[in-house]
């Protein structure tokens, strides 16, 4: 059994303007285990969910985000409470508004939620985790998550993600071509100016 714990209750939660503040990631990792090194081009990354347990279709986790906690730390303690990986915060990803149906309250009457998640680039998964005997775990390619999502502002996060990781990727193939000097810089800004034009 897992020596960690699974934070319950609501009275630590944040809201704001009528809004539950949810915290999240899409966990990923590449096929063969490694970090995006110069050759992460050749390499499959892959994204895990969790199955939903009030239906069909999967999840990335997310959770409420409490009010002694950052925003960050509380996307990883639910990545770890809910799918028992940790790993590296990468980047922001943006903000989610959905409604739930499960957590109205006197707060968010609506149900409102604000979701912020984040890239985490998964090092370790646990062997137990807090919410293990409710939550299986699925690695799976960008396309079959997109096929998978329970809800249409998870397929937008992941949409996120994978223009995240692509802009990623062109970097450090431009960086691995052109290098660190002079030439680098010349294209970063031609490619910037490129997508204003």
Request: glycine share 8%.
């Amino acid at each position: 059994m897992s020596g960690l714990v699974a934070r319950t209750g609501r009275h630590q939660q944040r809201y704001e303007d009528g809004y539950r503040l949810v915290a999240g990631c899409v966990p990923f990792r590449y096929k063969d285990g490694n970090d995006c090194g110069d050759s992460c081009s050749e390499k499959i990354v892959e994204v895990l969910m969790i199955n939903s347990s009030s239906g069909p279709g999967l999840l990335f986790p997310k959770g409420g985000w409490e009010n002694d906690e950052t925003v960050e730390e509380a996307a990883v303690r639910e990545a770890i409470e809910e799918a028992g990986v940790r790993g590296d915060l990468r980047d922001f990803l943006g903000y989610y508004e959905f409604r739930s149906k499960t957590h109205q309250d006197e707060f968010s009457p609506k149900g409102l939620c604000r979701a912020a998640m984040f890239a985490l680039f998964v090092k370790e998964e646990l062997e137990s985790w807090p919410e293990q005997s409710t939550r299986n775990r699925s690695w799976l390619t960008i396309s079959e998550a997109r096929g998978s999502c329970r809800h249409a502002w998870m397929r937008d996060a992941l949409r996120c993600f994978s223009k995240w990781h692509e802009d990623k990727l062109d970097r450090v193939i431009v960086q691995s071509t052109f290098g660190s000097g002079e030439a680098f810089h010349f294209y970063a800004q031609a490619q910037a100016q490129k997508s204003i034009d």
